[in-house]
């Protein structure tokens, strides 16, 4: 399910995690940047990919901003899609993933496998 089918309102669990992260990985598999979350070319950075997985929108390349300031049951939809972000980036492994990302000789193979490693960590969540 991808962040427009579900409500603000609804609570992600792994599951829906595994698959936000498994989505990212897709993206950055089709276009992958560094030093920006998205480029001109529509490659995304590893935060950026999981941002817009989560539901947040990339309004110019180094700015994050949600598609609209609504409230949905008395909480900033911002609020939300940030929270799942947050979340989502915890399945990592690298501590500080945007700047991993960055760093020179980082390849977009290695961001797809730790992506892919962090789906297999939302995933044995839900199996234990």
Known sequence: MTPDEMSSEEEWGPVEYADALERAAKRVERGWCQGVYRDDKGGVCLIG??????????????????DGWRTVGGKSVHTVEKARQEKALSYLSPDRPDVWNDERGRTQEEVV???????????DVVTS
Request: proline share 3%; hydrophobic share 40%; net charge positive.
């Open 49 to 66: 990919a999981i941002a817009l997985e989560c539901g947040r929108t990339i309004r110019q390349s180094s700015y994050l901003e949600p």
């Open 113 to 123: 496998e730790v992506l892919r490693h962090a789906v297999s960590r939302a995933r």
